[in-house]
């Protein structure tokens, strides 16, 4: 048990759960809710009219499971990431200071609902992580895979972030976002930058800073949701299906997901949201591009058949022959040749 909080907004107060079962109840200047996913502060705005809303559950859920070092050293190589695509899931691993690995197994809830049992999870291993049976243990992959149950995943968007000059949401409590863009916490952090900013713009007066908060980081903070969803439904998908095809056996070194949108928001300032618009510009001259590419080629190609017109009596010839081609396919085959098929 942990100590909890619970806010009680009508009077500015909140509440102190401790795990001895006390309870204290304090008032304060200003209410941070930084308490994650699920905010317990962030409830308390769900009661009051003007606060939009919105979560959406994916249908993967993710389970952490460690594999620990070997001899004292990390039992595989620390300056990679380690992916083990396998179509519509996937397993990463990412290496810890005390040279452990967090190997993160990412699955549709409805797969890891059918694993019930040990055997059933070294079953599942051997098929799908045979590699990775050794290296984490046997008898520890039947203990942990039961450890906790795999985890939801939730994109939350919400706005505004704040109530009057009292309260004010950061972090995921903020914007849950999927984690398939690696910016969550960076978000996050970023939050507190941008807050910190604005103090400072404003001199440190609540009553200002709290609503331009609002209005500066939504926008940044649902883009970022929208593109870590755009993440997970297009690039992981597609990847892991790519990777799968590909390297299915074989541990992928420094992979670099999402392209060069990343690029425009890892470790750089670019507001989340223009470069979303950036990518929709980008976008947009790419497909006037290609139109333009197919006009000129279909351009190019009717001047090149009126210069040289073909040949009408070879066109005939197989126009002729398509048409016999298609009869032949309209004939049933003979009992002989639809058992070889
Ligand atoms: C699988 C996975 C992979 C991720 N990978 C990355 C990544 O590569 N890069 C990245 O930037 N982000 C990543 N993230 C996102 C990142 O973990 C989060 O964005 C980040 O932890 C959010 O920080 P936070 O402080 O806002 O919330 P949290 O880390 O959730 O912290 C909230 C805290 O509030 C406490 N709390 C909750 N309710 C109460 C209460 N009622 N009273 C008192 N305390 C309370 C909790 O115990 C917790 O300590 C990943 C997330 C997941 C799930």
Not at 43 to 55: D, E, G, H, P, V
Not at 64 to 84: C, D, S
Not at 158 to 178: E, F, N, R, T, W
Not at 301 to 326: S, V
């Amino acid at each position: 048990a942990s100590t909890s909080l619970t806010l009680i907004i009508s009077k500015w107060k909140y509440l102190i759960f401790r795990p001895d079962g006390s309870k204290t109840q304090t008032q304060a200047d200003l209410i941070v809710g930084c308490d994650g996913a699920f905010s317990a502060v962030r409830k308390q705005f769900l009661r009051r009219s003007r606060f939009n809303y919105s979560q959406t559950y994916i249908p993967h859920g993710y389970m952490e499971l460690t594999m620990p070092p070997r001899n004292g050293e990390f039992a595989m190589k620390p300056n990679y990431l380690h992916i083990w695509p396998r179509n519509t899931f996937m397993m990463i691993a990412l290496p810890n200071l005390d040279k452990t690995f967090t190997c993160t197994l990412f699955m549709p809830f409805e797969e890891f609902e059918k694993i019930s049992t040990g055997d059933e999870v070294i079953e599942f291993f051997q098929k799908y992580f045979p590699d990775a049976i050794p290296l984490i243990g046997a008898a520890t992959l039947r203990r942990d895979y039961f450890r906790l149950p795999a985890q939801a995943m939730v994109s939350v968007k919400c706005s505004p972030y704040h109530i009057g000059d009292k309260c004010v949401l950061m972090g995921d409590a903020a914007h849950a976002v999927v984690p398939f863009y690696g910016q969550g916490m960076n978000a996050g952090f970023e939050d507190c930058i941008v807050f910190d900013e604005i103090m400072n713009q404003f001199n440190e007066d609540f009553s200002a800073v709290l609503p331009e908060y609002s209005r500066v980081r939504v926008p940044d903070d649902h883009a970022i949701a929208d593109l870590a969803m755009y993440n997970y439904v297009e690039v992981i998908q597609f990847l892991l299906h790519m990777l799968h095809m590909f390297f299915s056996n074989t541990l992928v070194p420094t992979l670099c997901f999402g392209f060069f949108l990343v690029f425009q928001v890892t470790f750089t300032r670019t507001r989340y949201h223009v470069a979303v618009e950036r990518w929709h510009w980008q976008d947009k001259v790419i497909n006037r591009g290609l139109l333009l590419g197919a006009v000129g080629a279909a351009a190019g190609g009717f001047y090149l058949l009126i210069k040289n017109p073909p040949d009408i009596n070879k066109l005939a010839i197989t126009a002729e022959k398509i048409w016999n081609k298609m009869a032949d396919l309209k004939t049933p085959p003979s009992v002989g040749a639809a058992s070889q098929i």
